[in-house]
């Protein structure tokens, strides 16, 4: 069951990256489905329905329940969380 929102980090060699996306548990194992970005705002969408596993250490913060936009379907599925 997938609930609450996140920040987790990535880190590469060089660089951290940080993602948001939707946790949840899988046989007692955390999984995060990772959201997209919109490019012209802060809006975010489900990229895909692929579930990765990640460990604990990795999660930066949680997110707070995203705002609902209503309207037309394609506006629906965008999610944007009121944080600053």
Same mark, same amino acid.
């Given at each position: 069951?997938?609930?609450?929102?996140? #920040?987790?980090? =990535?880190?590469?060699? *060089?660089?951290? $990256?940080?993602?948001?996306? +939707?946790?949840?548990?899988?046989?007692?194992?955390?999984? #995060?489905?990772? =959201?997209?970005?919109? *490019?012209?705002? $802060?809006?975010?969408?489900? +990229?895909?329905?692929?579930?990765?596993?990640?460990?604990?250490?990795?999660?930066?913060?949680?997110?707070?329940?995203?705002?609902?936009?209503?309207?037309?379907?394609?506006?629906?599925?965008?999610?944007?969380?009121?944080?600053?």
């Amino acid at each position: 069951m997938f609930d609450n929102y996140i #920040i987790v980090k =990535l880190e590469g060699k *060089k660089t951290k $990256f940080h993602y948001a996306g +939707q946790i949840g548990y899988d046989d007692n194992e955390q999984m #995060i489905i990772y =959201l997209k970005r919109d *490019k012209l705002s $802060f809006n975010f969408i489900f +990229q895909n329905d692929q579930v990765s596993a990640f460990p604990a250490d990795d999660i930066v913060r949680k997110l707070p329940n995203p705002l609902d936009h209503g309207g037309m379907a394609h506006l629906a599925s965008h999610l944007s969380f009121p944080v600053n």
